[in-house]
């Protein structure tokens, strides 16, 4: 019975449902169109970060992140390669090796940061070695050739083709130097970083560095970036040297997460703005409707039906126009965000040419992931039902005679 009156009290008055009804609608697609923005937008950038150049889970030594030096080195064994070719998920590693430097070039020295690669995984791994500046990539990890940060070329006031003097020490301990060919640059979007970068063959840095088959990190990359909670669990498991260390973008990356959780709490911010503002137009409504109702709630009162029972009534004809208002406004939602998944907003002039010197995508995409919907819809539910405990508060203490002589 109470069901059936509240479905009638609402379309009584139609459009002041129809308000409350559109409120929530409108909350709702707010609510999941930036969500669905702004974690779309995340997932995009993490991507180009750690497809760039870190990988999106890291092997080191467990010491190597506080102090990276070159006696924090393990030797890629056939347990390790083994541990990462089973794994599913993993669609690519690619081993290195970083060191400090001195480069000179005629009069010129510089210090720099030697990073030892194979160009062939590295490009399963990472995108940087599709992205030159200038010049080309070598193709052995072998040959006696670099790749220099553009402003490090610039620095040594040398060009592609020269030939520069590079001088370590090695892991032993001993200085090794050792002539090496200028073939190409590379733009990394981070001035300080291109005034430094080194990038050589993984054997070539070995052999400098007297490191013999020892590496420093092995950049691994998943599939997914859903996948890679899951990827670095099972990883983690299987690696059993106990100095070895398995770590998450998260760990290698700090600086990037930080700004994604900051933007994230401001995110959560207006999204509480908004469901709160929806709040109190829910509020206001059923306020009104409760209080031009008090003449036929004194009536009903005073023939018998028990306060509480009109209390219930108040909570479910909201929470019919809330449900009702959540189902459209989740559909609404939904294609929303499809479509800015299928048609990206994409950047254009300066700020374009900003997003692609740091190697962000530069464009804003949405995402459909369910949880987005769960947490909307069961927020915007929560606050509406506790927006009408007021009215209902004020209908259970209403008395039978005074709600007849209400006017």
Known sequence: MLLKLAWRNIWRNKRRSLITLAAVIFAAVMAIAMRGFQLGTYDLNIKSVVELFSGYIQIQQKDYLDNPTLTSSFIMDNNIKGALKSTKGIIGYAPRIYADA???????????????????????????????????????????????????????????????VILAQGYDGTLGNQKYKIVGTVKMGVQELESSLVFMGLKSAQSILAMGNRINVIAVRADKLDDMNNIYGVLSGKIKDPDLKVLSWENVNPELEQAIELDN??????????????AFGILNTVLMSVIERFREFGVVLAIGMPQLYLSYLVYIETFIITVIGLIIGNILGCVVNYYFIIHPIEFGGELRKLYEVYHFLPQLKSTLDPWIFVYITLSILVISVVSCLYPAYKVYKLEPLKGIRHT
């Open 265 to 278: 709490v401001s995110g959560i911010f207006f999204l509480i703005i908004l469901i709160v503002i929806v």
């Open 102 to 164: 001195l480069i000179s070039f005629k009069d010129n020295s510089r210090g720099a940061a030697i990073f030892g690669i194979e160009p062939d995984k590295e490009a399963v791994v990472t995108t940087f070695i599709h992205n030159l500046n200038a010049g080309k990539f070598f193709t052995s990890d072998t040959a006696n050739q670099v790749v220099l940060g553009d402003q490090l070329l610039k620095n040594l006031d040398a060009k592609i083709g020269d030939d520069i």
